[in-house]
């Protein structure tokens, strides 16, 4: 299995505002559900359950 390249800034930020969209499109009652089907989409496309469990207690550091 390949090392994905990490994203750029500009990447980074293309995909913020993405998400952004995303979310205000789904709406305040459906941004819970979206956010889930979105992250259960990436878990399956880095494939490694362990690598998504360090990237869920990263994302819970300073909430």
Excluded: S, W
Aim: no cysteine.
């Amino acid at each position: 299995m390949t090392t994905p390249t990490p994203l750029t800034v500009p990447g980074l930020e293309d995909v913020y505002d993405a998400l952004a969209t995303a979310i205000d499109q789904a709406g305040p009652d459906k941004t819970e559900l979206f956010l889930v089907k979105l992250a259960l989409l990436q878990a399956n496309a880095v494939g490694d359950p362990a690598v998504v469990r360090k990237h869920i207690n990263a994302a819970l550091q300073d909430l």
